[in-house]
């Protein structure tokens, strides 16, 4: 049995593709539109991922008709429901023609994808227009499809599982147990008590992006103290029974209470920092109630959890710091891009599947072939040599071991919000110069933390924490770290850890080995092979033009190595460098 899931509501839209129970394919639609999120939500469209899923199609070989249903992570008749509700008493953020028009997009998308008015030709050998007219489709809850998203990927038979984000249909917090093939819902929270759209509001006023800005704000957390908390814990009000209520008025107009906002141009001042840590520890304390609470309630030892606010990995690792927690699975990703997978799941199990998603990992997107690659490598003026697969990862640790950045695009890419190492700028961590390097390249504010690669035999050496394979914690890095990799190490002393195991990805694992063998630190920086407000790289072509115009040292594409220096043997501080430099330094400091 094929399904096709689908979420493409909100933003990251995105495609997951499920294979008699196996998880085969899966893609946010950004790294092929090269807009970032992949959309901004918008009540006047109807939007599907065309790209997306003909990519799916081509990398299964499999036709339209070969889909045995779709599964789309998002019910318009429980939004309309709630919306009606909602304006009248004045829970949701727009107007009720607003909500009105967001139904009418959700319900047109299986119209849109049936007619196939849109549908670009270069699709047509795997797509007929009225394909999809013959198709199951299946609209799933949203908070139900983030629950089976982390649920039937976590290996767990039973488990309390945790839902938090903006909002879904009109839900924002929502508790299930799960058991089996069972997903029970134990509580929920509705609109506007949200503590995804707290986070994002709060965002807007401290001059980032709202609903895409928020992981900037858990970072600057770090150079704060909570000397705001007072005026923030007037926003959210904890009540019996693991729930809580957000002043949605006062959240609407934060002026009053936390003075003027500062605008995108402006300087980051300490109060702004300040405010960025008292949200974090507000967040925290409420996130906390909520999931020991319940954990308590159900009597559950297992804890999954999904949607967009569990991608704070600070608060999971404080979840994991202060409750009793045995078994913990965070849906690497936990953003709408991950309802895909949820929906396909829920799909799956309905029609009598076993309900554990088969996959090997994340790396669940395109790939692109050495022969591929090759061929385009020869219609450019690149000067590029192609290694052996014995001299790859010893040449790559070689370059990082002398300090050079090096973008590496190799394997399949990555689904989910976070590099794994496929589509990654990698460098030592030795220097803690690295990160002012790394986040010039990148033209990224300067208070971005750098997140490490390590091998998991050697996780315990140099951190605490529960290990976590998808960077999904943040985990206190030991003394002897500090002193080793400080590129790494946050100004809250923590780490964003991603272990790597030889048995899932060897080439990254030899890298490191190699690195290891050469410096004595079996650690490296990851960072995601893009420049700010860009998606991921997806192609060998974005990969160039990344690599071009940030100033890395060496871009490996495959099995290819080119150097992107302006100049053999030329260091960072050359003057040919710095002119890129100072650029970027004004740029990330906007």
Known sequence: MIILGINSFFEHPAVALLKDGELVFAIEDERLTRVKHGRSFSPYSTYVPYASIFKALEFADIK????????????????????????????????????????????????????????????????????????????????????ASTFFCSGFESSLVVVSDGSGENACTSVYVGEGSTLK????????????????????????????????????????????????????????????????ERLKNLTPLLGLPRRACDPIEQRHKDLARSLQSVFEDTLMYVVAYHMGATRQKNLCVAGGTFLNCVANYKLLSTIDIDGFFAQP???????????????????????????DSMLLGTEWSDQQIGMMLKDTNLSYRKLQPNELASTIGDLLAK????????????????????????????????????????AREQF????????????????????????MLAVNAKPRTHEVAPAIVHADGTSRVQIVRKSEDHMLHSILSEFHDRTGIPILVNTSLNTRGRPIDESPVDAIATAFCSGVDYLVLGSYLIDTRRGAGQDFNTESVQSVKRDRLRLSAE
């Open 448 to 471: 971005r933390p750098l997140a490490p690669l390590v091998r998991e035999q050697d996780y315990d050496t140099y951190f605490e924490g529960r290990p976590n394979r998808y960077m």
């Open 333 to 359: 990703a936990a953003h709408d891009a991950g309802t895909a997978i949820g929906a396909a799941a829920l799909s799956w199990v309905a029609a009598g599947g076993q309900p554990q998603i088969e996959y």
């Open 64 to 147: 339209v008709s070969d889909i045995d249903q779709v599964a789309y992570s998002y019910d318009p008749w429980r939004h309309l429901i709630a919306s009606l509700h909602g304006c009248m008493t004045g829970k949701r953020i727009l107007s009720f023609r607003g909500e009105l028009n967001a139904y009418m997009a959700a319900r047109n998308v299986k119209k849109e994808l049936s007619e196939g008015l849109t549908l670009d030709v270069r699709y047509l050998n795997r797509w007929g227009r009225k394909d999809f007219q013959k198709i199951p489709f299946k609209n799933w809850d949203h908070h139900l499809s983030h629950a």
């Open 185 to 248: 819902k134990f509580a929920q929270i509705d609109m506007p008590n949200s503590l995804g759209l707290l986070y994002s509001f709060v965002t807007g006023h401290l001059g980032f992006q709202p609903f895409g800005d928020e992981y900037k704000v858990m970072g600057l957390a770090a150079f704060g103290k909570p000397t705001m908390k007072q005026e923030l814990n007037k926003l959210v009000h904890k009540v019996d029974g693991g729930r809580y209520t957000v002043d949605f």
């Open 403 to 442: 300090e050079y950045v090096t973008a590496y695009f190799g394997g399949r890419m990555e689904f989910g919000p976070r590099a794994l190492g496929a589509r990654s700028f990698l460098a030592s961590p030795r220097s803690a110069r690295t990160q002012e390097r790394l986040n010039i390249i990148k």
